[in-house]
C-alpha cells in the first residue's frame, strides 16, 4: 500500500520516518513485513513494506530485522 500526496519538498514541515517489524493496516488480511511510514508534519504521505528513508527525515525505529515482534497498528 503506498499513500502519496501533491506536496512538493520545499512545502514540507518536518519529515518522519517511522519502522517496525509489522505493520497492520486494517484492511489486508496479512500484516506488512519492514514497513516504512513516512510523516510529513501530523500527516502520513507515505507507507511502504521495505520503503525508503528520505533524506533529512528522522528516523524512528521500533525494532526493525529478525527477532523483533514490534507491530504498527
Known sequence: MTITTST????????TAI???WLFDGVSETL?????VVL????IVAVEASGPVPEGATVVDLG????????LL
Open 32 to 36: 506488512m513485513p519492514d514497513p516504512t
Open 19 to 21: 519502522r517496525a517489524a
Open 40 to 43: 510529513d508534519g501530523t500527516a
Open 8 to 15: 512538493t519538498v520545499t512545502e514540507r514541515r518536518r519529515l
Open 64 to 71: 526493525c530485522g529478525p527477532g523483533h515482534t514490534t507491530r
